[in-house]
């Protein structure tokens, strides 16, 4: 070890989905959308001003935070945007959980919570799911430092009914509490309308699932002024610029796309339920997901043998194999008809071979 | 104050330099790029195809590293790729100034660096510059957790000699050197070399101001591969995928084009140059720069007055007010001849106004 060493901050680092180089295969892994951008996404690209770039970008990013404050009817000053959700959830972290005391979320959730946690020296304690996987409201009403949980849950896919969020939020008004909405586009109930209602409410969500736009990093946080302030100073902390002149640009002509933006997501919903009525049939157990994705396992194969089977047909999902009680769980992103049928035909074929 | 206030990280935030929204005014208050970039960042654009946007971007940005990586004669592993140097930086103080012992930085300088020290709660020491804005190799003898400063020196503009770095590298093999090259490509000799002679040096570079894409927030640091890993960790541990996939491939183009960086580059130089003697024959004084920009006074009036005539007349520069003895002085972006000559003219007619 160098001198030099003693000073590093050392971490385990998040380990995203992988990301393969190959052509023809089969991407469910990482809960992408499978339909392009709003048609708008791809003019701006064409005709955006490349000389533009020569100059900084608007560091508040006002053109977008506007674009948001109208699509959810909330003030400007209410939305604070970044580089994906997770860039908003490290500044959340950063700017509000900074306790003694431990930041509450599930054990099964999205895995980048401890990791934040750990980087940035944060206690924190993991509360268990209930065997069927749902969060339990009562479970949240012991002294934290904060409280944070996507709804609905990933990789669970469990949606939380909204009385059962205000009911943690009334419980902890010294904390804040986070929704974390990636996904709630696909048929979940928005916290959104809690943000007027208490002052301790952030919401969170991103582009990269029902917007199609993964590939652009854009996500966003809604709370009152005060909490957006705070969020802005510390970001101004650490990156006055973080979102470039052009996707800025390319978010503005997303979200004002709204019919195209329901259509996608009222798509992706009708297939997810074909795909649940599917793999029922072939025996597979799961949550209901209300996301774009669903999280299964087959009680008949393991979940690593399944996952390799499909990898060889060139099907990539998520496995995460920690803790124990989801080993034999796969997350499956939900794409195009097409996709989902030709992956319920390979499980049938596979399935078939297993009993024989 | 609320309850949930008290788990608060305030911080008194950087305040970049104005953003205008008017047309038709001269910008030279953020050391921007005069010059379009590279042809081939249009092309980029407009052939980019949206549909891509849909899945994640690679999140080691492996084109923009290897593209650096062939620029710099440097293995791909050496670099690491960010959301402008800001966000490299501000990674670099959370992964390597983990130390209780105060890291080291001029006063005069980025004024980003205590604030990253101020909100990451990293104790610093700000070592006075000597009479003429030089930085003292001597000063950074002593005990510390770190170091940093730009070469050239900004604002000042002042540059340091390969030698004088490596002195202070020496004498610090304890403690990360971080050499912030935001300017050194309008004539400065790069530390690059240092990085394969030593194990504990940063070197930072920026696409913002040499590359004319401030707008597109890319920023690099090269360094061994194990500090290189260490800085990934971090990274992994905040927002996995930083790069988006537009600004990968823009940035990919720019740094493919060679010769017209190295145009650029020497046509700033030259209207940097001519700017020097006009303003020396004004009366100004200043710092030899051998940056985008001339820190410059008159010692007949007052940075704040000079300030502001030249905003009246739609002339934005920089001003800083701290510490007092830069309090007079104003940081002038070398725009375009034209740009130039009109501002000679107008500070001219500005200065005879003020002798009668």
């Not at 180089?21 to 996404?41: D, Q, S």
């Not at 009914?161 to 709630?184: F, H, K, R, T, W």
Request: charged share 25%.
């Amino acid at each position: 070890m160098k001198d030099w060493e003693k000073n590093v901050r050392t971490v385990v680092p998040y380990v995203p989905g992988e990301q393969p180089k190959e052509k023809n295969i089969m991407k469910l892994n990482t809960n992408e959308n499978p339909y392009p951008p709003a048609p708008g996404v791809a003019e701006v690209l064409e005709t955006f001003d490349a000389d533009r770039l020569r100059l900084y970008p608007d560091p508040l990013a006002a053109d977008l935070t506007d674009a948001l404050a109208d699509f959810y009817h909330v003030d400007r000053n209410q939305v604070f945007a970044g580089v994906g959700s997770d860039d908003v959830l490290a500044m959340i972290f950063l700017t509000f959980f900074n306790s003694r005391k431990p930041v509450l979320f599930p054990d099964i959730t999205y895995s980048f919570y401890d990791v934040w946690a750990e980087m940035l020296r944060i206690p924190y304690e993991q509360i268990p799911l209930d065997h069927d996987f749902f969060i339990i409201p009562e479970d949240y009403k012991k002294e934290n430092g904060g409280i944070i949980f996507p709804n609905p849950n990933a990789p669970t896919g469990r949606l939380m009914e909204l009385s059962q969020i205000e009911e943690i939020i009334q419980a902890n008004p010294g904390v804040m509490v986070v929704v974390d909405e990636a996904y709630i586009d696909f048929g979940g109930v928005s916290a959104l309308p809690l943000v007027d209602r208490y002052d301790n409410v952030i919401v969170v969500q991103t582009f990269s699932k029902s917007r199609s736009m993964a590939g652009s990093r854009i996500g966003y946080a809604i709370s009152n002024p005060c909490v957006i302030k705070y969020l802005n100073d510390v970001k101004y902390s650490f990156n006055s610029y973080t979102m470039d002149s052009v996707t800025i640009a390319l978010g503005v002509a997303a979200v004002k796309d709204k019919e195209y933006f329901e259509k996608t997501v009222q798509k992706i919903i009708q297939t997810r339920e074909w795909t649940k009525e599917q793999l029922r049939a072939l025996g597979f157990l799961f949550a209901d997901s209300q996301s774009n994705f669903i999280f299964a396992r087959h009680p008949k194969v393991p979940g690593p043998q399944l996952f390799q089977a499909l990898k060889e047909e060139k099907i990539f999902v998520r496995r995460f194999g920690k803790p124990e009680r989801i080993a034999d769980y796969l997350r499956i992103t939900i794409g195009t008809d097409e996709q989902m049928q030709k992956l319920v035909k390979f499980l049938k074929t596979y399935l078939m071979e297993q009993e024989t």
